[in-house]
């Protein structure tokens, strides 16, 4: 499974983070009733401008799997839920609802 992380301006849609197109190490998991991102963030003059519109980012998941339509998981980000730890190059990024969706699913035909 090939999978892309994003991390979007909710308003203009401004991509900030996109493993599909710059390669960024990161791990997300479920913990309770949140999921926690961590990307690892070698220059933390890169992050800059995400960290100015913290308050309004969403955060996507994509998920290609062969021979079946691409899997898009829409998490809302929680309020205060971005923190930077510049010690330890970290980007933390907290989100307490998602949506799936497959696009194909929404196609006109």
């Given at each position: 499974m090939?999978?892309?992380?994003l991390v979007k301006h909710a308003v203009g849609?401004?991509?900030f983070i996109d493993t599909g197109k710059h390669p960024l190490p990161y791990t997300y998991e479920q913990q309770g009733q949140q999921w926690v991102f961590r990307v690892r963030i070698e220059q933390p003059e890169q992050i800059a401008e995400l960290l100015k519109w913290k308050e309004e980012l969403n955060v996507f998941v994509?998920?290609?799997?062969?021979n079946e339509p691409t899997q898009k998981l829409w998490f809302y980000v929680d309020e205060d839920g971005v923190q930077f730890?510049?010690?330890k190059g970290e980007l933390t990024i907290r989100a307490t609802s998602h949506?799936?969706?497959i696009p194909d699913q929404f196609s006109v035909k």
């Open positions: 090939k999978e892309t992380f849609g401004r991509a994509f998920q290609e799997i062969e730890n510049e010690d949506i799936l969706y």
